[in-house]
C-alpha cells in the first residue's frame, strides 16, 4: 500500500531469493536511516504484487492492492526520484501459470488465464495477464539510461580472490549456431521518422485476398523515432533446428538452446516452442492431433508437454513413443540433471545472458543427464547478437580462460530509456495468423515498412526515441571522460537498425569534438577487441543498445567478477532522479530452493549494498542531505568491510550465508558511524549499537547458524506469509534486540 508519509528513498519489494533477502537486510537499512531522519519506503513490483492489483474487482476490499508499479512508473519522472531496485520475476507463461494457481490456492480468488479466449472478458483477463508476463516492469520504471560498472571495491576483491574458471581446450567442440538467414536480423528495415511522418501509427495484416486486420492501432511516433521491423521466418527456423539436432549428434555433442523468453515474451517463447517441436517432432508427426485437441502448447515447454500427457488416454503409448525419440537424439544440456530438467523443459529456466556465460566461464562445458561435463552446441537461432557469444568462444579457444587476477573491466552505458529497443515483446510482436503482409501505416498514410509473410512467422517492430538517443550518447561521452578508457560504440554498420543509431552517435562525437576518442565496431569485431583489452590488464566501456546491455553486463561480471549480481548499476534517470540497480536475479530460482530444503541462503547482497551507498551519496547531492553523506559514506566502508574480510555467503549449508553477512555489514556500517567526525549526534547514537555488535557476535552467529539444515515454511514461493518469512530471514533474537 502507499506510503504515508513522503519516503527519501523507496527500496522494491520483488520476488524469489532478492526479497527473501530484504527481510532480513531491510529492517537493517530502516533502523539506520531513521535515525538519520532518511524514509525508506517500498512499492510492490513483485509477480503476484501486479497480479493482484490487475484484478481488484475479483478480490475483496482487504485483498486489494494498489498498482505499486504503475505510482513508480510516475514517481520516476520526478526530478527527486530515488529508487533502489531489486531483480523482480520477468514472468514466462508457466511461471505466470504457477503464480496465478498459488494465489488462488491462497484464497484470491483470480481468474484463469484464458488459452483461448472466447468472450470479450476472457480477451480482456488474457490482455491484462500478457501485459504483466515478460519484462513488465524495467520499460515503466526506466526513464533513463543505463551507466553499469563494477564497483572498485569490487574489482579489487575480485583480482585479489579471483575465482575458479573452467580451462579451454583449441580442440574444444563448443560452438554457437545461428540460422544462415530469414532470421530477424536479415530481415530488419528500419527508418528514422521526419515531422510530416509522425503521429499515430497502425500495424496491419493484409491476408492474400487483400483482407486487412489491425494488429496494433493508435501507436503514437514521434519525429526523430526509429521505427524497427523485421520478422523470422517459421520454416526457415524449422530447418534450422532440425540440421543442428542432426549437426550435434553427429558431434556427439550436447544441444542446448539460447532465448531469453522472459524479456522477448512473445517471440522467444514462439522460437522455444519450434525447438520442443523440432526435438520431439516424430511425436508431434504421429500424436499432433491429440497434444492439439488437449491444448497442449510447445511455447511453454517441454515439462509442461510431458506433465499435460499424463491427463490424455493414450498416455503411456505417447510417453513409449517420446522415450524412443530420445533414445535417438544426442544427448541435452541440462539445468538440473539431478531432477532431470532439461535445457527445453522451461523457457525462463534457460535466459542466454546467464546460460551463456556459465558455459564460456566452464571452459565451454554443460552438464548431461548423467551429471557429466562436456561440449556442446550452443544454439542461438537470430544472428543479432549470437556473433558476440560466437566471438568468445572462438577468443577462448584460441588464448584460454580469462584470468580474474589480472583482467581489466568492461563497464556498459545502455541505451534502454523509455523502452527503447523492447525487442520481440508485447505489443509490437506477431505471429502471423495466414501468408500475406504485415506493415506498419503511418499517420498520413505511407507504409514506413512492411514484409511479405507466411503462416506462422514470427514478426517484430520496436523503437528507440530521439531523447533517449541524444541522452545516451552524452552520458557515453561523460562516462569515457571520467574513465580515460577505451570506449565502443557496439553497433552494425551492415544491421538496419544500427545504421540509424550511427546516424545519430557520429555527429553528436564530432559536434563534442571528441570522435577520436570512441570506436564504433561491429558487436563480433567489439567482442574480441574488448576481450583482448581486459586481458591485457586494460578496461573499455561498452556503451549499447538495450538487449546487449542485458547480454554484456552479465557476460563480463560473470567471467570477471564470477557473478553479475555484484555490479553497480546506475540509472540516470532523463528528469533528474535516480534509479540504483541491484544486479541479476538468474540464480535466484535455486537458491530459493535450498532455502526451503536446508534453510541456508546463499544469495549475495553485495549488489544492494553497493546501491544503497550510491543511493544515500545521491540523496545528500541532490536534497542537501549532510546526514544521508554521512550514511553513504558509511554504507561504502561497509561493503568494503565485507569484501576485505570475506564475509560474503557460502554456499554449503552450516557455513555462513546471507544473514550472516548482513550482520557483518551491519556491524561495519555501526563502527564506521561511530567513527566518523561529520556528524557527532550519529557518531553518539551508533557508537553502542557499535558495541552492543561486536560484544555478541558469538551469539549472534551461532543463532543465525543453529537454524540451518532443516527444511522451512516460507507460506509461498511467489507470495510467502511475511510473518513465517521474518521468522525464517531474522532468526537471532540477539540481533534483532540491537537492531531493533
Known amino acids: 500500500m502507499a506510503d504515508t508519509v513522503k519516503p527519501d528513498i523507496l527500496y522494491t519489494k520483488v520476488d524469489e531469493a532478492p526479497e527473501l533477502a530484504s527481510a532480513s537486510f531491510l529492517p537493517i537499512i530502516r533502523a539506520f536511516s531513521d535515525a538519520a531522519g532518511v524514509v525508506v519506503g517500498t512499492k510492490d513490483i513483485s509477480l503476484a504484487g501486479r497480479i493482484l492489483s490487475a484484478f481488484p474487482e475479483y478480490l475483496t476490499e482487504d485483498q486489494r492492492i494498489s498498482d505499486d508499479l504503475a505510482e513508480l512508473g510516475e514517481l520516476v519522472k520526478q526530478p527527486d526520484a530515488n529508487v533502489i531496485k531489486l531483480p523482480n520475476i520477468s514472468a514466462s507463461g508457466p511461471q505466470l501459470a504457477a503464480a496465478i494457481a498459488e494465489l488462488q490456492a491462497q484464497g484470491y480468488a483470480l481468474p484463469d488465464y484464458p488459452a483461448e479466449p472466447s468472450t470479450d472478458e476472457e480477451k480482456a483477463v488474457r490482455a491484462k495477464y500478457d501485459a504483466i508476463k515478460g519484462s513488465a516492469v524495467n520499460p515503466v520504471l526506466r526513464e533513463g539510461n543505463s551507466d553499469r560498472r563494477a564497483a572498485k571495491a569490487v574489482k579489487n576483491y575480485a583480482q585479489n580472490n579471483p575465482h575458479s574458471m573452467g580451462s579451454w581446450s583449441s580442440d574444444s567442440k563448443t560452438h554457437v549456431s545461428s540460422m544462415p538467414g530469414n532470421d530477424f536480423y536479415s530481415n530488419e528495415v528500419s527508418a528514422t521518422l521526419t515531422s510530416a511522418q509522425a503521429g499515430d501509427a497502425k500495424i496491419e495484416f493484409v491476408d492474400k485476398d487483400g483482407s486487412s486486420m489491425v494488429l496494433k492501432d493508435r501507436w503514437p511516433l514521434d519525429e526523430g523515432t526509429v521505427v524497427d521491423a523485421t520478422y523470422m521466418s517459421a520454416k526457415a527456423l524449422d530447418s534450422f533446428l532440425a540440421k543442428q539436432i542432426e549437426a550435434t549428434k553427429q558431434d556427439d555433442i550436447m544441444f542446448s538452446l539460447h532465448l531469453k523468453a522472459t524479456m522477448m515474451k512473445v517471440s522467444d517463447p514462439i522460437i522455444f516452442g519450434h525447438a520442443v517441436k523440432a526435438w520431439l517432432k516424430p511425436v508431434f508427426d504421429k500424436y499432433g492431433a491429440d497434444l492439439e485437441k488437449a491444448g497442449i502448447n510447445p511455447n511453454s515447454g517441454m515439462g509442461e508437454v510431458l506433465k499435460q500427457i499424463e491427463a490424455l488416454p493414450n498416455a503411456d503409448e505417447i510417453k513409449a513413443e517420446i522415450e524412443a525419440v530420445r533414445a535417438e537424439r544426442p544427448e541435452i544440456y541440462m539445468v538440473d540433471s539431478d531432477r532431470g530438467i532439461t535445457n527445453l523443459h522451461v523457457p525462463s529456466d534457460v535466459i542466454i545472458d546467464a546460460s551463456m556465460p556459465a558455459v564460456i566461464r566452464a571452459g565451454g562445458k554443460g552438464w548431461d543427464s548423467q551429471g557429466r561435463k562436456g561440449d556442446t552446441n550452443c544454439v542461438i537461432p537470430d544472428n543479432c547478437y549470437a ?3 560466437d566471438e568468445a568462444i572462438k577468443f577462448f579457444k584460441e588464448n584460454g580462460a580469462l584470468d580474474p587476477s589480472t583482467a581489466g573491466a568492461v563497464a556498459n552505458v545502455g541505451l534502454m530509456a523509455q523502452k527503447a529497443e523492447e525487442y520481440g515483446s508485447h505489443p509490437t510482436t506477431f505471429e502471423a495468423p495466414a501468408d500475406g503482409t504485415i506493415r506498419i501505416v503511418l499517420a498520413n498514410g505511407d507504409v514506413l515498412h512492411s514484409h511479405d509473410v507466411e503462416a506462422g512467422d514470427i514478426w517484430r517492430a520496436c ?3 530521439r531523447a533517449p538517443i ?42 563534442a569534438g571528441v570522435a577520436g576518442k570512441f570506436l564504433i565496431m561491429a558487436p563480433r ?11 591485457a590488464g586494460k578496461d573499455s566501456i561498452a556503451i549499447t543498445g538495450n538487449v546487449l ?16 549480481a555484484k555490479m553497480l548499476s546506475i540509472v540516470k534517470l532523463m528528469n533528474g532522479g535516480g534509479l540504483f540497480e541491484t544486479g541479476a536475479g538468474g540464480s535466484a530460482p535455486k537458491h530459493v530452493q535450498q ?5 541456508h541462503l546463499r544469495w549475495d547482497s553485495m549488489g544492494e549494498f553497493c546501491a544503497l551507498g550510491e543511493s544515500l551519496n545521491f540523496l545528500a547531492d541532490t536534497q542537501g542531505n549532510a546526514k544521508a553523506g554521512v550514511l553513504g559514506r ?4 561497509a561493503t568494503q568491510g565485507v569484501l576485505d574480510h ?12 546471507n544473514r550472516a553477512s548482513h550482520y557483518w555489514f551491519a556491524r561495519y556500517w555501526a563502527e564506521a558511524l561511530a567513527a566518523q567526525s561529520d556528524d557527532a549526534d550519529l557518531a553518539a547514537h551508533f557508537a553502542p549499537i557499535a558495541e552492543a555488535l561486536a560484544e555478541k557476535e558469538d551469539a549472534i552467529l551461532s543463532e543465525l547458524a543453529e537454524v540451518q539444515g532443516d527444511g522451512v515454511d516460507l507460506g509461498g514461493y511467489y507470495k510467502p506469509d511475511p510473518k513465517k518469512t521474518a521468522r525464517v530471514m531474522r532468526p537471532s533474537e540477539t540481533l534483532n534486540a540491537i537492531i531493533g
Open 634 to 637: 558509511a554504507a561504502e566502508a
Open 646 to 657: 570475506n564475509r560474503s555467503p557460502s554456499r554449503k549449508v552450516g557455513e555462513p550465508d
Open 463 to 465: 523503437t528507440v526515441k
Open 549 to 564: 546491455r542485458d547480454y554484456l553486463t552479465d557476460l563480463f561480471p560473470i567471467l570477471e567478477l564470477g557473478t553479475s
Open 387 to 389: 556473433p558476440v557469444y
Open 525 to 535: 569485431e567489439a567482442t574480441r577487441q574488448s576481450l583482448e583489452t581486459i586481458t
Open 595 to 599: 532455502l526451503v530444503a536446508e534453510n
Open 470 to 511: 541524444e541522452n545516451w550518447i552524452q552520458l557515453a561521452m561523460d562516462r569515457q571522460r571520467l574513465a580515460g578508457s577505451e570506449a565502443i560504440f557496439w553497433l552494425d554498420a551492415e544491421r538496419a537498425h544500427d545504421a540509424e543509431l550511427i546516424n545519430y552517435v557520429k555527429p553528436a562525437l564530432e559536434a
